[in-house]
């Protein structure tokens, strides 16, 4: 399964979510902290995925994070800049309402709304690990959905960021603080919500205190789980 030639193809028609298949395939989204682990969560799935790919529930998953910020900046229809998407940075919304007067949109909104599209759409058509953009939120209503919340301590992020970055402590206690907050703007403007509400996943876990194998195994676990039990309902019904 091909997702990304699927979504340009239906960003290039100019075609609906509503014209997506309903596979019913389950995918998982990842929200996390800065330097809680999130993409080596994502990384580790896959590879777990990989291994089972004999089973057909783990055949054909992929992962977007970047990947998805290239593709929405290739649609033809859009001439704004990458990096607006790839640093999840949203500018402030008085900045926004004045471009808005003076073109007649906000590029930055118009960008997000469009990535918030496509993370629908490859949430509809399945086997995705969405990593960020919101993606708990804008799928909330799918019921074939794992939604996974990252925390861990300030220290441990900002030691993992230091590793990871080669950076100096006090730069990555500032990039850590910079993306949360960035973060959390995002999912404010624009879904009013807090980011760090419990109840937007299905679980919230520690990578201070649980390592990223045990929670991919559960994921696992779970995907099976929910997999037998819709088997099961459709069985019944």
């Avoid at 089972?52 to 529930?57: K, M």
């Avoid at 030691?159 to 907050?181: I, S």
Wanted: aromatic share 6%.
């Amino acid at each position: 399964m091909n997702h990304l030639k699927m979504i340009q193809q239906f960003l290039k028609e100019k075609r609906d979510i509503e014209d997506i298949p309903d596979t019913g395939f389950p995918f998982v989204t990842i929200s996390r902290q800065s330097g809680a682990g999130g993409h080596l969560l994502a990384a580790v799935l896959h590879a777990e995925f990989v291994k089972r790919r004999e089973i057909s529930l783990f055949e054909g998953w992929h992962v977007f994070d970047r990947e998805l910020c290239v593709l929405v900046a290739r649609d033809p229809l859009l001439l704004n800049d990458i990096e607006q998407l790839m640093d999840e940075n949203v500018r402030s919304q008085f900045d926004s309402f004045v471009e808005s007067l003076l073109t007649g949109r906000s590029e930055s909104q118009n960008l997000e709304r469009t990535s918030f599209k496509v993370v629908r759409m490859l949430a509809l058509i399945g086997k995705v690990i969405l990593v960020g953009r919101g993606s708990a939120l804008i799928t909330a209503d799918l019921p074939q959905s794992v939604h996974i919340r990252l925390v861990a301590p300030e220290a441990h992020r900002i030691a993992r960021v230091m590793k990871n970055l080669n950076l100096n402590k006090d730069d990555a206690r500032e990039m850590v603080e910079t993306q949360d907050a960035a973060r959390r703007k995002l999912i404010k403007l624009f879904f009013q919500r807090d980011i760090e509400d419990p109840l937007l996943y299905d679980i919230v876990w520690n990578t201070g205190k649980v390592c990223v194998d045990v929670i991919a195994q559960t994921t696992l676990d779970l995907l099976m789980k929910r997999s037998l039990r819709r088997c099961e309902a459709v069985v019944t019904g």
